[in-house]
């Protein structure tokens, strides 16, 4: 699936980016907060602390909605006044940890992540153009002198070696960059009672709306479909039996008309109850019922599951419904030519990822069913990431708690 892995190495390449656009600034960051600590040994940097933290507060907060870390990628708030209480905050000091860590690793990775592939395309076009430098300059990019055509084409085949490296290693790297913010800017437990409060607010909000959409599924299912036939049967029944002395042949007609509307209202409840809570869970596990819906989605898709032990099966029908809506949205909307599809569970938390190389403009609230996904997800509590530019591609990543 060369298009698949090209489309998750440019979002790589974008979030190494955009990391680096933090972490470029928290080199500088790091260093005026270490004068300004140093000043204040001799009094003239507490004046200068106070600014120096809401640097670093907006800093922060420009990472955890990039990473989507803490309770719902939030601002954490304003720095507590006074100097004395901005450094006894816990989050001013988690965020104190986090400044050398991002500055150091989050900038190399970054640097590493963006410079790989402007050596590949370096490299591999040097025989283009390394005959136009002027004299006098040396063309050479690494350590040999480049004098000869067969020089030029070894460096072309470097350039090939780091665009293979640049495939391989880039998601990972976006992954070790984006985890910095993730582990270190996830608020403690009671760091913020208030942004715990608000966020357990909007999950209940969430959670009401989705039990409210999905009361007015199954009504509008059973109303339209499963009562109109079975309405049809009582109709059809009463005919054939006022038709059954004098009109024999009628009869047996009005009762074939009737045995199949029964068998299309039983066939529309299996579908409601299938909608619920799809057996295929309870039958096939997770791994069986994604592969399933991956199997019946016109796109060919790429299904990777390990989702052992398994989670409870709130978690695992809310899975099931992320990855339904999802490839939906693929076969009708993308235009994609290849899928994949991913569900990892790592520790006390379910991974769902489903991306495609389709035409993008994927939007949350646009119409897709995205907006009860959201509504789904943050019932458990759990968070939605969407990465869908124009022109493409398009990744959805939901990760829901499951417990211990």
Known sequence: MPSLRSARWLTAFRRLGAGLGTALPAVGLLCWLVVVFALCAVGIGFW?????????????????????????ALSAGPVPRGRRAALADPVVGQELRWLPVHATIGSLVGLVGVLLPVYAVRDTTFPLWWRLV???????????????????????????????????????????????????????????????????????????????????????SLHDGAQNRLVAVTVLLGAARRSLTRDPAAADELLDRAQTAAEQALAELRAVVRGILPPVLLDRGLAGAVSGLAADCPVPCHVEVDVDPRAP???????????????????????????????HRRG?????????????????????????????????????????????????????????
């Open 48 to 72: 200068l602390l106070s600014p120096a933290l809401r640097s670093l507060r907006r800093l922060a907060d420009r990472e955890r909605a990039r990473t989507g870390a803490g309770a719902g």
């Open 134 to 220: 002027p004299d006098g300059q040396d063309p050479s990019p690494w350590w040999w002198a480049v004098q000869s055509w067969p020089d030029a084409f070894a460096v072309t085949l470097l350039g090939l070696g780091w665009a293979v490296l640049s495939l391989t290693v880039l998601p990972a790297l976006a992954a070790v960059q984006a985890g910095i913010g993730r582990r270190l800017l996830r608020p403690p437990a009671d760091a913020d009672l208030s942004l715990r409060v608000a966020q357990l607010t909007a999950t209940r909000a969430a959670a009401l709306d989705a039990h409210a959409a999905e009361l007015r599924r199954v009504e509008r």
């Open 313 to 343: 099966a709130a978690v695992e029908a809310t899975a099931y419904f992320v990855v339904a809506e999802a490839l939906t949205n693929v076969a009708r909307h993308s235009g994609a030519r290849t899928a994949r599809v991913v569900v």
């Open 348 to 404: 006390v938390v379910l991974r769902v990822l489903v991306a495609d190389d389709g035409r993008g403009g994927a939007r949350v609230g646009a119409g897709s069913g995205l907006t009860g996904v959201l509504h789904r997800v943050q019932a458990h509590d759990g968070t939605l990431n969407l990465t869908s530019p124009a022109g493409g591609p398009t990744e959805l990543e939901v990760l829901l708690p499951c417990g211990s």
